[in-house]
């Protein structure tokens, strides 16, 4: 995952990637503007901001984008169940309920279960899901490229700085739900304390009827809902363009050719910055080459990395 100075949507992203999912958002944003097809990027405070979807292709020519070609849409699967995801190193404990208390102000006596989480060391994470979990995507991510090399020269003309700045994404795949709720932490002490109306660790999953409460005691939640046929994306899988700039020049004197003629050669050069951060661990590919629509003397160089969600059997487990 690209670093972004320790900002917690991207520690929260690093702190899940035990999920193969593809990258988990710790602001989920609305189905109505991240969905796979869409492209866009996002910006120094987390949020994603849409430059186009390629599902819409009066908007694609409205805007001088070429039409995407290709492109394959596997069937939405509106029926996975998911129990709480939590980081590789948060640890669950179930509170003993025998004795009839109340284990935290927020869950009701009626509570089925109560666990409570907690860490050992590094950044405990959890995201809690209502079912079901909507899983959507598009086959294939060769299209998505070659749309990205016919239309990089339109980008960096309209949004050349945040090109450079952030570089850009096309998602292929999303996780979404009607309601969720994330905690973070880092105080190894602390506990978060979960109730649900169902024990999650027998059945392994959170059907329909099943509700979570939690402790008001507890700070850093963030719930999220959402209304009608949008949800909350929670989970998205992608690929990110990075452009970095370079340009050619002339270099001096490199050898004299006959008759007294000076020979000289070209010499690449990348210039300082414009390149997205990126996460030295994941392997880029370099797909084209742009001209520099604001200098003919320099370029844009185009490379894609692939944060697609991992191909596996759908995981209902408890973490």
Known sequence: MPKAHGKLDIQYAETMQNHPFGIALYYPPPTTVLKPGAV????????WNVIADLEDATELAR??????????????????????????STKATKIDLSAGIDPAPGIPVTASAV???HIDSDIGAILLTSAPVTHERYYHSTPFKNWMKDNAHIILDRWRYEAKEFGMWIVTSTFSTRKCAINMWTTRKRGIKVGFSADVAG?????????????????GWGEYSSEGEHKSVVFFGGLRFRFSQNFRKVATLVAEGPYGRTIRRPIEEQLEGGIADSDEDTPSELISSVPDPEDEDKEFKIECENYEEEETDQDTSVD
């Open 63 to 88: 805007n001088g984008f070429s039409l995407s070609a290709g492109l394959t849409k596997a069937p939405a699967d509106n029926g996975i169940k998911w129990g709480p995801k939590t980081s590789s």
């Open 203 to 219: 059945v392994g999953q959170i059907g329909p009827g099943v509700e979570w409460y939690r402790s008001h005691t507890d700070e």
């Open 115 to 117: 666990y409570s989480y």
């Open 40 to 47: 866009g990027y996002f910006d120094a405070y987390g949020s």
